[in-house]
């Protein structure tokens, strides 16, 4: 909430005449409150993300390996984190603040930011682990492999492609969503966009923000599928 | 380890949970060190599942199975398995790693040391008839002949004293096949393994086996012997059914035209009018060259082109009635 108050741009005027006379898009401004407003919300942004998504992770991964192992959990996870992700985001945000021990903080935030995470990845990383050929499968345990090494051998870097395809769309939904966090706790690149919504003159902050929303959701994908990439040299070779 | 196992198969049985026939009936058979067994019958028969008792990919319900008298119950089921070499029709080769990786599987799980696994990959790839730079390659890049042979070469890895080998190379087409089999019988002249082949097809059966077993629906052991007894002797008329109609032609194939006893040539058999056979080809192969050329008798040659004596139609059909 402290770091909340750094980013309540100053608008009022100033020696910024673009602005005191609400041209439309004023580059000057963004230039100028670049270190004070803009930067810090992107950071604040990258934060909110990293976090949900890694936690987000966690969580999807743990029941992902969970339902691999034993069938009957897949039904139940499903459900449940289907529910969550298909409860509006406003709504989300609105029935956790009611929880007395939650406020508006941004524990609330990445509780619901996580929450939208958990159908993606559980799906995704399951149906990678699923994925595996049967003969695959067959053979490693043929060869004497165990469960546990059959899933970190064979499974877990053959599922790294559907598992990456998750984390990807995970993050740009996140990416997204975090911006209506702002509604609850004032960080992030929402911010600047709450304060132009509320100002109804000044449009500048709301294009900027909403613009590096939009680049931040597109570098991350890009370095997902980087990462991607790198971790799965197999993936590209085709036959010669 | 030793370089091959005695496999016992004694009174062996599987029921599956909730199913009421056997899918094994009493299955009893030995396999001397260093054969090849084929184990065959159709579909359905319970061939795949009497291999995979062996390596505990199944649990026998009753009886016992043993490498060189020993059980195999009291194993523990992975370490019982990097001991036994194990390839499948699919191969199942590791899409993620390359051949060197996939064939240094076994050896890495039993913690050999690295310059040796480097070695043992070396060797083995010469061994398939495979290029040394194919290590590097992913499986996704080569053809399913090279496939199947770095599956066997994965199999091998760890010099097990047995191998199972499940339709190994029912997947690919008739000429590879072929080239394949005749690989793995050359391959299995250096290495001499015990090796439990199971196949649907009784010509590769007659062709790999030093022994067969026949098994029928129900997992019954319907025959084990010998290409040449099956062919000669089928112990009743399933096997006769299932050895097929042309098992006399089946047992010329056999036979080398160098093992009949050759009639002694005559200045009087015209050498150019007659065909001339090679000495190492199958009989079978001659009686169609005698066919096509018109003639009752041809001449056989040995390798460096020296005629070894007169082969006739009339000999080859003796033949069959007195086995060599």
Same mark, same amino acid.
Request: with cysteine; hydrophobic share 35%; proline share 14%.
């Given at each position: 909430m402290i770091i909340a108050?750094?980013?309540?741009?100053?608008?009022?005027?100033?020696?910024?005449s673009c602005v005191r006379e609400n041209r439309g898009f004023c580059l000057s401004w963004v230039q100028d409150n670049w270190n004070s407003v803009l930067w810090p919300a992107v950071r604040q942004h990258i934060e909110l993300t990293a976090i949900a998504v890694v936690i987000g992770f966690v969580i999807a991964f743990g029941l992902a390996l969970l339902a691999h192992r034993r069938r009957g959990f897949e039904t139940p996870i499903t459900v449940s984190t289907g529910v969550l992700y298909t409860i509006p985001s406003l709504a989300l945000f609105q029935i956790l603040v009611?929880?007395?021990?939650?406020?508006?903080n941004r524990l609330t935030v990445e509780i619901a930011l996580v929450s939208y995470t958990l159908l993606i990845l559980f799906r995704n990383t399951l149906e990678g682990l699923r994925g595996v050929p049967a003969e695959v499968r067959e053979a490693a345990l043929g060869m004497g492999l165990t469960r546990r090494q059959i899933l970190t051998r064979v499974e877990l870097p053959l599922a790294l492609p559907a598992i990456v395809a998750g984390l990807r769309i995970a993050t740009v939904t996140v990416i997204s969503l975090a911006t209506v966090a702002a509604f609850i706790d004032d960080e992030g690149l929402g911010s600047p966009i709450f304060r132009a919504i509320q100002s109804n003159v000044f449009k500048t902050e709301l294009f900027a923000a909403g613009g590096l929303a939009v680049i931040l959701a597109l570098l991350a994908d890009a370095a997902l599928v980087l990462a991607q990439r790198l971790v799965t040299p197999w993936a590209r070779r085709q036959r010669a | 380890m030793s370089s091959a196992a005695t496999v016992e198969f004694a009174h062996v049985a599987k029921r599956y949970p909730g199913r009421e026939e056997y899918a094994i009936r009493d299955l009893s058979f030995t396999v001397p060190a260093g054969e090849v067994c084929v184990l065959v019958g /159709?579909? @359905?028969?319970g061939k795949t599942t009497a291999m995979r008792l062996v390596n505990r990919m199944i649990e026998l319900t009753s009886g016992d199975i043993l490498l060189d008298g020993q059980s195999i119950l009291g194993r523990d089921e992975a370490q019982l398995r990097r001991e036994i070499g194990y390839a499948i029709q699919?191969?199942?080769?590791?899409?993620?790693?390359n051949v060197g990786d996939n064939i240094a599987t076994v050896p890495r799980l039993l913690g050999w040391d690295k310059p040796r696994i480097r070695a043992r990959i070396e060797e083995l790839l010469e061994l398939v008839g495979l290029?040394?730079?194919?290590?590097?390659?992913?499986?996704?890049?080569?053809s399913g002949g090279q496939r199947q042979r770095v599956g066997v070469a994965r199999a091998l890895a760890a010099d097990p004293p047995l191998m199972l080998m499940d339709? /190994?190379? @029912?997947?690919?087409d008739p000429i590879t096949r072929a080239r394949l089999q005749d690989e793995f019988l050359r391959l299995q002249t250096e290495i001499r393994k015990t090796v439990l082949f199971v196949t649907h097809d009784i010509d590769e059966a007659i062709k790999m086996g030093d022994r067969i077993a026949v098994l029928r629906h129900g997992g019954e052991l319907a025959q084990f012997a010998t290409p040449g007894e099956l062919l000669m002797h089928p112990a009743d008329e399933f096997v006769e059914q299932f050895v097929g109609a042309d098992r006399a032609l089946k047992r010329l194939a056999l036979t080398r035209v160098r093992d009949l006893e050759l009639r002694v040539l005559m200045s009087e058999h015209d050498r150019n009018g007659h065909v001339r056979i090679a000495a190492d080809e199958s009989v079978r192969d001659a009686l169609a060259k005698l066919l096509q050329s018109g003639r009752q008798e041809g001449i056989v040659v040995d390798a460096d082109g020296s005629e070894r004596g007169v082969i006739s139609i009339d000999l080859i059909s003796r033949s069959l009635e007195n086995p060599a």
């Open positions: 108050q750094t980013v309540i741009p100053n608008f009022g005027g100033g020696p910024n009611g929880f007395s021990f939650l406020g508006l | /159709p579909s @359905g028969c699919q191969v199942g080769l590791f899409p993620h790693v290029e040394p730079e194919m290590r590097r390659r992913y499986p996704a890049q080569l339709e /190994p190379f @029912g997947a690919i």
